[in-house]
T-cell receptor, first 112, second 115 residues
């Protein structure tokens, strides 16, 4: 069975500094992995997805994630945080029957 | 195309009442999904349709929950005899069929409050 663990419930960084949101997954086969973002009072938006092509995936708004099979990780990074990045971020794995299995989320806080 | 829409955006009801939510997917998307999200948690899968066929419903939370997609376009989610524990955000998503890597696009959700 597939599962996802987001290692931090909250991450706080200063504006202009790098962002790292950690995600580990469990899957019995080559997974499809996603990061979604949810801004307050807004819908979930896809940031990026990994589907067994390039292991380094670039997404919107300067985010990227690297799939590391040996570490079963799919961490999300951004070189320089912006105030508008403050939101909740979800790491997601797709199950065999198209269900999305979601992590508990990481709230990203940006300090001015 | 304006994306996935959901109505109403907010619903307040009294315990024991029935409620129905509507989801209109992106027009060319065959698959439609329902999720529930409670505060501080990620969304929890409930059910999904391919066209009008409900292919997975074992995750519906109880027999008080039911979903339909009668013409393969919009879908409704009904909760009968609501309980306070049903208070949550109910999310709908849609995706095109045919690819194992298709992306699910989410609507803004319906926030249910059961008093």
């Amino acid at each position: 069975a597939q599962s996802v663990t987001q290692l931090d419930s909250h991450v706080s960084v200063s504006e202009g500094t790098p962002v790292l949101l950690r995600c580990n997954y469990s899957s019995s086969y080559s997974p499809s992995l996603f990061w979604y973002v949810q801004h307050p009072n807004k819908g979930l938006q896809l940031l990026l997805k990994y589907t067994s092509a390039a292991t380094l995936v670039k997404g919107i708004n300067g985010f990227e994630a690297e799939f590391k099979k040996s570490e079963t990780s799919f961490h999300l990074t951004k070189p320089s945080a912006h105030m508008s990045d403050a939101a909740e971020y979800f790491c997601v794995v797709r199950s065999s029957n198209y269900q999305l299995i979601w992590g508990a989320g990481t709230k990203l806080i940006i300090k001015p | 195309d304006t994306g996935v829409s959901q109505n109403p955006r907010h619903k307040i009801t009294k315990r024991g009442q029935n409620v129905t939510f509507r989801c209109d997917p992106i027009s060319e998307h065959n698959r439609l999904y329902w999720y529930r999200q409670t505060l501080g948690q990620g969304p929890e899968f409930l059910t999904y349709f391919q066209n009008e066929a409900q292919l997975e419903k074992s995750r519906l939370l109880s027999d008080r929950f039911s979903a339909e997609r009668p013409k393969g376009s919009f879908s409704t989610l009904e909760i009968q005899r609501t309980e306070q524990g049903d208070s949550a955000m109910y999310l709908c998503a849609s995706s095109p069929a045919g690819s194992a890597t298709d992306t699910q696009y989410f609507g803004p959700g319906t926030r249910l409050t059961v008093l």
